[in-house]
T-cell receptor
Framework: KQEVTQIPAALSVPEGENLVLNCSFTDSAIYNLQWFRQDPGKGLTSLLL?????REQTSGRLNASLDKSSGRSTLYIAASQPGDSATYLC???????????FGTGTQLKVEL | DVKVTQSSRYLVKRTGEKVFLECVQD?????MFWYRQDPGLGLRLIYFSYDVKMKEKGDIPEGYSVSREKKERFSLILESASTNQTSMYLC?????????????FGSGTRLTVV
């Protein structure tokens, strides 16, 4: 059974800092990995999707990497801003699109 | 961009009521999903549908049913609501043929059963 772990569970950083969020998964037979952002009481917003054949994806200040063999992904946020404060979730697809397993998230707070 | 719309942001229902949660997507996606999200448990898949009138049980289908009569609409039904179904419910859609292959989520429905 696929298990997804995110470390740390919570993180507080000063504005402007570069930071890394970690995601690990137990079964390397994945189709893709997706990073989401969730604001309090809201739905999920897709940030980046990495196909199993890819090593990384970039969008603006965000960069996500994938190392399938070691079962790890990282989300790098450059020059963090207070507006980046949210919970970040990673999810791996192991069912050809019909089975998404989520981590429990990293709650990020960026302080002024 | 794909838009997934959940009809209600907040709902309060009484124990034993039949509850309908509606989800509509506007991009002709074949796959649609219902998740619930609870503190400490994360997101758990209730049901999914890979096409009209097709449905598959997820990890926690007990107490729920679904309906997909049209491609754009996927309804979650709580046959007889109970307090342990108080939760945040999230709908998602996905195009298995599209270049993106990722999931798009709605904004969620916070359901309270009293």
């Amino acid at each position: 059974k696929q298990e997804v772990t995110q470390i740390p569970a919570a993180l507080s950083v000063p504005e402007g800092e570069n930071l890394v969020l970690n995601c690990s998964f137990t079964d390397s037979a994945i189709y893709n990995l997706q990073w989401f952002r969730q604001d309090p009481g809201k739905g999920l917003t897709s940030l980046l999707l990495i196909q199993s054949s890819q090593r990384e994806q970039t969008s603006g200040r965000l960069n996500a990497s994938l190392d399938k063999s070691s079962g790890r992904s990282t989300l790098y946020i450059a020059a963090s801003q207070p507006g980046d404060s949210a919970t970040y979730l990673c999810a791996v697809d192991t069912g050809g699109g019909n089975k998404l397993t989520f981590g429990t998230g990293t709650q990020l707070k960026v302080e002024l | 961009d794909v838009k997934v719309t959940q009809s209600s942001r907040y709902l309060v229902k009484r124990t034993g009521e039949k509850v309908f949660l509606e989800c509509v997507q506007d991009m002709d996606h074949e796959n649609m999903f219902w998740y619930r999200q609870d503190p400490g448990l994360g997101l758990r898949l209730i049901y999914f549908s890979y096409d009209v009138k097709m449905k598959e049980k997820g990890d926690i289908p007990e107490g729920y049913s679904v309906s997909r009569e049209k491609k754009e609409r996927f309804s979650l039904i709580l046959e007889s609501a109970s307090t342990n179904q108080t939760s945040m419910y999230l709908c998602a859609s996905r195009d298995p043929q599209g270049a993106h292959y990722g999931y798009t989520f709605g904004s969620g429905t916070r359901l309270t059963v009293v």
